[in-house]
């Protein structure tokens, strides 16, 4: 059996997630995926809106995915590969180069990653309308208050 491992945060799970994934068991038969703790992240200077625990769980529950594992720490990664027999560890290639040491245990590789979307754009989009563009709101409601006045 050809075994795959990846490693991620996978906040707000979203398509470019889900097509990585989708690839990286393309190469294979088995996918393991190795989620980032909260504090594993806090480590990485990433905040996450959703936790460790609902992360997990949602990346368990895709179709493509056979096994989850928690990932706490950068150097945790050869271990896994030998523990868990595998043939194949996979990035997007955000990531291209970082993990080339690895080829001493598996094949490394690197696949596009999906252009468009990711948690921090979400994020943004989410964000509430903030203080910068409350005064210009309100400038804007001045300015309509002062011709509605003259129209009178
Ligand atoms: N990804 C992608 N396309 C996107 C967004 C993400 O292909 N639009 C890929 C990333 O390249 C990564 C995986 O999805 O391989 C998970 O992305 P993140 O959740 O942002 O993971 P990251 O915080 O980069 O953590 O030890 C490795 C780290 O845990 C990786």
């Keep these: 059996m050809k075994k795959i491992i990846t490693y991620g945060t996978f906040d707000l799970f979203h398509t470019g997630h889900l097509k990585l ?3 990286l068991k393309n190469l294979g038969d088995h996918l393991t995926v190795a989620v980032s703790t909260d504090e ?3 480590s990485k200077g990433k905040k996450t809106i959703i936790k460790f625990e609902d992360r997990i769980k949602i990346v368990s529950n895709i179709k493509c995915v056979d096994a989850v594992i928690a990932e706490d720490s950068w150097d945790q990664k050869e271990a896994d590969i030998i523990s868990n027999n595998i043939s194949v560890f996979g990035m997007g290639s955000d990531w ?10 598996c094949k490394v590789v690197y696949l596009p990653r ?3 979307i990711s948690s921090t754009e979400i994020k943004k989009s989410l964000h509430p309308i903030d203080k910068v563009n409350i005064n210009e709101l309100k400038r804007a409601l001045d300015i ?3 011709i509605v006045e ?3």
Excluded: I, P, W
């Design 21 to 23: 994934l989708q690839r």
């Design 40 to 42: 594993f992240n806090a």
């Design 96 to 105: 291209e180069g970082k993990f080339d040491d690895l080829n001493k245990y």
């Design 114 to 116: 999906t252009e468009g």
């Design 144 to 146: 309509m208050s002062s």
């Design 150 to 152: 003259q129209l009178d």
